[in-house]
């Protein structure tokens, strides 16, 4: 089975804290993505990368940065923790088959909470 | 915008009755179109998707129709079981610069009675 884990399931930061959300799948995939889900906004795509050190914004990258050093591992970086960055943080992953990728790999979650 | 969304946010249904899910989309352009469902406490998960090219496709238990006339996408469970007590989404592929990208909708929660 695949397998995407991100590091924590809950953290409290302070605002203005420099925050590291780290995920790692075991399925050598391509494709790595981080989104965040709010209520009633459903999933948004913050970042992702689609090969070791490149990345690609998505629709709210604002605020974020991300890492992407080994093929397994995707990091995302919040600069400067905001209360409005008080959120459920997912990372998934996905192959790159040639053809549209539809099945996606999520990990559990992690809850950012930011005082 | 472009946007993926859901008409109803929370379904109830008892359990053995057959459920339908819906969602509206605005992108014509999309290639496929998927249900994810997230189950509390994890991450979303794959059901079913539908090339755009398509207006039906079973799984196991779980029926998706597309309608590109009125760009509406319904899921259908039928048999439904506590266990489909989750929320689920609607998604789609979108090119981004060349590179497809998977875009959520805001979900719809189910609750199945037993």
């Known amino acids: 089975d695949v397998k995407v884990t991100q590091s924590s399931r809950y953290l409290v930061k302070r605002t203005g804290e420099k925050v590291f959300l780290e995920c790692v799948q075991d399925m050598d995939h391509e494709n790595m993505f981080w989104y965040r889900q709010d209520p009633g906004l459903g999933l948004r795509l913050i970042y992702f990368s689609y090969d070791v050190k490149m990345k690609e914004k998505g629709d709210i990258p604002e605020g974020y940065s991300v890492s992407r050093e080994k093929k397994e591992r995707f990091s995302l970086i919040l600069e400067s923790a905001s209360t409005n960055q008080t959120s459920m943080y997912l990372c998934?992953?996905?192959?790159?088959?040639?053809?549209?990728?539809?099945?996606?790999?999520f990990g559990q979650g992690t809850r950012l909470t930011v005082v | 915008g472009e946007s993926v969304g859901l008409h109803l946010p929370t379904l109830s249904v008892q359990e053995g009755d057959n459920s339908i899910i819906n969602c509206a989309y605005s992108?014509?352009?999309?290639?496929?179109f998927i249900w994810y469902k997230q189950e509390s406490g994890k991450g979303p998960q794959f059901i079913i998707d539908?090339?755009?090219?398509?207006d039906k496709r079973q799984g196991q238990r779980v029926t998706v129709l597309l309608n590109k006339t009125v760009k509406h996408l319904s899921l259908q469970i039928a048999a439904t079981q506590p266990g489909d007590s989750a929320v689920y989404f609607c998604?789609?592929?979108?090119?981004?610069?060349?590179?497809?990208?998977?875009?959520f909708g805001t979900g719809t929660r189910l609750l199945v009675s037993p």
């Open positions: 998934a992953s996905s192959l790159i088959t040639g053809q549209p990728n539809t099945e996606a790999f």
């Open positions: 998604a789609e592929t979108r090119m981004n610069t060349g590179f497809q990208k998977l875009v």
């Open positions: 992108n014509s352009a999309s290639d496929y």
């Open positions: 539908i090339r755009s090219n398509m």
